[in-house]
C-alpha cells in the first residue's frame, strides 16, 4: 500500500493512557510503521491536542485504528476517571484503590491505567493477597475461625478483611490483620471506625467501599479512613474521544 501519514487527536480534556498497546497493536501488523508520540502515558490532554502521528503503508494504519483505538479509548478512560477521583481527595491523607472489578483480559492494563490517573492497585488476583468477604466469613462459622484458616493456609500473603458493623470491626483488630474494608458504611460509621482503630491501639489500614461517587468521596477521605476502592474505576468506564484520521 501506498505511504500515510496519519494524526490522531484527542477530542476532549482526559488523562492519555494505553500507549505500549497502541504501538503493540501496529508491530504486530507491520514493523515498518512508526508511532511518533507527541505526550506521555499519565498526560493530561486537552481537547483538540495532537496525541501522535503515525507513519506507514495506508492499508496497514487502517487495519489497526479500531483495535488500537479500542485500547487507548478504554485505558485512558480508566486513567481519566482515576485522576478525578485523586484530585477530589487531594489534600487529605487518603489514597485512591481500584479492585477487582476488571472488563475480562484487560486486568493488567486497567490497573495499569488505575495508576496513570495517580491511584493505588488493590491485589491483582487471588495469589497476591488475601481477602476475606462476608460468604467466607459464613462458610467458617464467623470472622476469627476464617482468618486462623487464612493464615494457617498463606502464612506469607496480606490479609483484609470485611466487615459491616462496628463490632466485627473491633474483633476484627484484634486478630492482628493488615488492613480492614468497611463495606458500605455511611461518614458517621466511618469516622467511630477511625476513633475505634485509634482506641485499640491498632495499625490496620481502614478502606471505606461500597458504590463511593465523585460527589461524595470528599466528604468520605475526609473521615479519616485511609484507602477509598473504586470498583467503577475499571468496571464503568467512559471511553475517552479519539480521532484518527489520515493527512498525508
Known sequence: GRPARAR???????????????????????????????????????????????????????TGER???????????????????VDAVAGSAARIFDTRKTLPGLRVAQKYAVRCGGGCNQRMGLFDAMLIKENHI????????????????????????????????????????????????DLEQLERAVAVRVAQGRVAALEASGGIGLAEVARIAATGVDRISVGGLTKH????????RIIG
Do not use: K, M
Open 8 to 62: 490522531l487527536i484527542c477530542r476532549e480534556e482526559a488523562i492519555l493512557c494505553g500507549r505500549p498497546w497502541f504501538d503493540a497493536v501496529y508491530r504486530e501488523l507491520d514493523r515498518a510503521v512508526g508511532v511518533h508520540w507527541q505526550a506521555q502515558d499519565g498526560d493530561r490532554l486537552l481537547p483538540g491536542q495532537t496525541v501522535c502521528e503515525i507513519t506507514g503503508p495506508a492499508p496497514v494504519i487502517l
Open 67 to 85: 483495535t488500537a483505538l479500542n485500547f487507548l479509548q478504554t485505558l485512558s478512560g480508566t486513567a481519566t476517571l482515576t485522576r478525578r477521583y
Open 138 to 185: 459464613a462458610a467458617a462459622g464467623g470472622i476469627t475461625a476464617a482468618v486462623r484458616a487464612a493464615r494457617q493456609r498463606h502464612t506469607d500473603l496480606p490479609l483484609q478483611v470485611e466487615v459491616e458493623t462496628i463490632e466485627q470491626l473491633t474483633e476484627v483488630l484484634d486478630l492482628g490483620v493488615e488492613s480492614v474494608l468497611l463495606d458500605n458504611f
Open 237 to 244: 468506564v467512559q471511553a475517552v474521544d479519539y480521532s484518527l
